[in-house]
């Protein structure tokens, strides 16, 4: 039972051009929600997180959205640069529990010069 | 930023021997540590959680006598793969909770020969 979900494994976008990553949830349980990138062998790279009593936050080029009706969160970047090449993994959370994070399958991103 | 550090970063060991990989958190305490593994390609599948003082708790399907955790101090957990088989081989990651994420190790690549 995936509860958290990245359903496309990989996406190729051009330098400058906004790259979007969506994430789908089922657990309503769930209450906040982060961004990791990584690198293979490297430990997870935390980018962004959101809490569910908002649906927007922003950090420089990233930005996080949350849908809860949808169980849907996105996180864009703009612009994309090759640097950002990497595989990114939604993460999620009830905070009221222990904490655990749950993972997604992650995003392989392709940033072309 | 918080720091996590594991050691050690790659090991490589024989069928049957037992391997001690640390995680420390650098300039913050955390009573809670969590240990995750990852296959090649796959999601970041959570093992357990550390407690400080306390019994690890065990996430479904993950051996507690095949994976001792300790964790003995609020700065240092450790996890031991005892009688290491290849199957084992794998890259396992140990975090923790700063203020608003959690923090990653590096990593530790296991091969079992």
């Known amino acids: 039972d995936q509860q958290v979900k990245q359903n496309s494994p990989s996406l190729s976008v051009q330098e400058g051009r906004i790259s979007i990553l969506n994430c789908d949830y089922t657990?309503?349980?769930?209450?906040?929600f982060l961004w990791y990138k990584k690198y293979p062998a490297e430990g997870p790279t935390f980018l962004i997180s959101?809490?569910?009593?908002?649906d927007k936050n922003e950090d420089g080029r990233f930005t996080v959205f949350l849908n809860k009706s949808a169980k849907h969160l996105s996180l864009h970047i703009v612009p994309s640069q090759p640097g950002d090449s990497a595989v990114y993994f939604c993460?999620?959370?009830?905070?009221?529990?222990?904490?655990?994070?749950?993972f997604g399958k992650g995003i392989t991103l392709s940033v072309r010069p | 930023g918080a720091v996590v550090s594991q050691h050690p970063s790659r090991v490589i060991c024989k069928s049957g021997t037992s391997v001690k990989i640390e995680c420390r958190s650098l300039?913050?305490?955390?009573?809670?540590m969590f240990w995750y593994r990852q296959f090649p390609k796959q999601s970041l599948m959570l093992m357990a959680t550390?407690?400080?003082?306390?019994?690890?708790?065990?996430e479904q399907g993950v051996e507690k006598d095949k994976f001792l955790i300790n964790h003995a101090s609020l700065t240092l957990s450790t996890l031991t793969v005892t009688s290491a088989h290849p199957e084992d081989s794998s890259f396992y990651i140990c975090?923790?909770?700063?203020?608003?994420?959690?923090?990653f190790g590096p990593g530790t690549r296991l091969t079992v020969t």
């Open positions: 975090s923790a909770w700063g203020s608003y994420e959690q923090y």
């Open positions: 959101i809490s569910s009593i908002k």
């Open positions: 550390s407690n400080e003082g306390s019994k690890a708790t065990y």
């Open positions: 657990n309503s349980m769930f209450d906040y």
């Open positions: 300039d913050f305490q955390a009573t809670t």
């Open positions: 993460a999620a959370c009830h905070t009221g529990a222990n904490s655990k994070l749950t």
